[in-house]
């Protein structure tokens, strides 16, 4: 990973020799790497070409540096790249800078839609790439934030770490002009990561294989039992015939029966549901013949299916070790290509290729975690789950909360702490709504009125044109309005709590 040194000096060369490119394409080739392609003229240049900014977010390797092409891109472009690509068409590099102290670089891009900055942070572990929008906000992160950052989620406010100063440490690179000192810093960390991936792929691989043969000994297991069941399904047609036969001399309620088989010349003891009458017991007995003769032909089209895929799987298991322990005897360049070689074809096998790509997906999309109750407003603290209404912020900053239930969306209406209701019904309509006011200071009776009057028609489409009557009461303990429930009530979508926070109200 570059020191401080080293990430400065790579600051100031970006800077200088980048600021005015265009910014034409951008592909994240794996989980912790994207390439940009930026096209303009470097000073000093007579014509504008194409290079290739790489940075890079790997514990190991985290850097910035320039490399010969534009790897390949993935089948499905990642959110963080497709988000560049929608919203940074054509941008232009406006220039690098180091923030604060740490290892944190920010590279400005300004396109139609505002400037943004790509901050690369480099802290070893918790190393990541963030977009960040012109007042500061984390748009979107390469790695999950709860690997690296958990307080840096899209929406929040970027800052900057609160570890120490590090040491800056010594350039490596010193002797190298400031041309090639962007390729000099990829050439250094190339060898050591082309082994690392290898290592690293390996064992992605042989996870994979583990799990996977796992599963299909476990599915081979189980069709073979269901195989193994043959005898009892003929068991049970034979019991069925005999039943058929001997239905005028079973009891009801009795337990079992002997009947005699002609066939063999044997007495054969069938047990009975005592719950169920005979003709009843005859039904059930040929019902369960029925379903273990399909589980039977089921099993038997996939019996073999399975073989082949555990068989298969084996195999890839004995080729995997195989490639990680030859090549002895050979130059370790040599034997570093071959076996890198032996791994890739091993991965571009379709079946592989696909585990690993369902492998990959789940470790880049992790769930959400959902939000720690001490965000939560101190009214809200405690209660149940269901209770808890929905919260949403507005563009201009308002909060809304939006009940999860009718019980939610009474709790709201009715039992908000310190909150004020307003009731409205309409001249000649039975039908009525109200409005939750959270305690906000005094309130004042026209503007909120007027405003809170207005809110019931547009959630109605304009349905009620007419002015509402209004009348307020204390939110502790109320009870709803005495009339009919109906209008916002019964009306489509309308049988919601809607509260906001602070500056304005809430509607149910």
């Given at each position: ?44 240049e ?6 290739f ?55 400005a ?35 999950s ?24 440490g ?15 810093a ?18 992605e ?13 476990r ?18 047609q ?51 013949y ?13 019996v ?13 298991q ?6 990680q ?23 571009a ?34 209660l149940d ?19 999860r ?16 209701i ?34 019931p ?46 500056r ?5």
């Amino acid at each position: 990973m570059l020191n401080l040194n080293e990430l400065r000096r790579a600051a100031r060369i970006i800077d200088e020799r980048f600021a005015g490119h265009r910014l034409e394409r951008c592909v994240q080739p794996s989980r912790d790497r994207v390439v940009l392609t930026l096209y303009g003229r470097a000073p000093g240049e007579e014509k504008a070409r194409k290079r290739f900014l790489m940075l890079c977010v790997h514990p190991a390797s985290g850097r910035v540096s320039q490399v010969e092409g534009l790897p390949k891109a993935p089948a499905n472009p990642p959110a963080f790249v497709s988000w560049i690509r929608a919203h940074l068409p054509s941008a232009r590099f406006k220039g690098a800078r180091m923030l604060g102290d740490d290892r944190v670089l920010g590279l400005a891009f300004e396109a139609a839609e505002g400037r943004v900055e790509l901050v690369l942070s480099l802290l070893g572990k918790r190393s990541n790439l963030y977009l960040v929008d012109a007042p500061g906000q984390v748009i979107l992160a390469l790695r999950s934030p709860a690997e690296t950052r958990a307080e840096l989620v899209p929406g929040a406010a970027f800052t900057l770490p609160s570890s120490g100063v590090p040491n800056p440490g010594e350039d490596r690179f010193a002797s190298v002009p400031d041309p090639d000192w962007l390729a000099a810093a990829e050439a250094h960390y190339a060898s050591d990561e082309g082994e690392r991936e290898s290592v690293d792929l390996a064992r992605e691989i042989r996870q994979v294989l583990k799990r996977e043969t796992k599963n299909a000994e476990r599915r081979l297991s189980k069709i073979e039992s269901e195989l193994a069941e043959a005898d009892q399904a003929s068991e049970l047609q034979r019991h069925g015939e005999l039943l058929k036969g001997s239905l005028g001399s079973i009891r009801k309620g009795a337990s079992e029966v002997r009947v005699r088989d002609y066939a063999t010349d044997e007495e054969v003891t069938i047990a009975l549901d005592p719950t169920l009458g005979p003709r009843e017991n005859l039904e059930a007995t040929f019902k369960r013949y029925q379903k273990l003769l399909r589980r039977l032909t089921k099993a038997g089209g996939q019996v073999e299916e399975a073989r082949l895929w555990r068989d298969k799987l084996t195999a890839l298991q004995a080729r995997l070790e195989e490639v990680q322990g030859e090549a002895g005897g050979r130059e370790e360049g040599e034997e570093e290509a071959e076996r890198a070689a032996g791994l890739e074809a091993i991965a571009a096998d379709p079946e592989i290729a696909r585990m690993l790509g369902r492998r990959r997906a789940a470790q880049a999309s992790p769930g959400a975690a959902p939000p720690p109750e001490s965000t939560l407003p101190a009214r809200l603290r405690g209660l149940d789950r269901a209770l808890v209404p929905r919260r949403y912020r507005s563009r201009d900053g308002l909060e809304i909360w939006v009940g999860r239930s009718d019980a939610g969306n009474d709790h709201l209406t009715t039992r908000l702490p310190g909150a004020r209701i307003f009731s409205f019904t309409w001249p000649g309509r039975r039908a009525a709504t109200s409005f939750c006011a959270p305690k906000a200071g005094r309130i004042r009776r026209r503007n909120p009125f007027s405003t809170l009057a207005s809110w019931p028609c547009i959630f109605r489409s304009r349905r009620m044109p007419a002015t509402p009557r209004c009348t307020s009461s204390r939110s502790n303990r109320s009870r709803s309005p005495e009339v009919p429930r109906r209008g916002s009530s019964t009306s489509p979508g309308a049988a919601r709590s809607v509260c906001a926070g602070r500056r304005t109200a809430c509607a149910a």
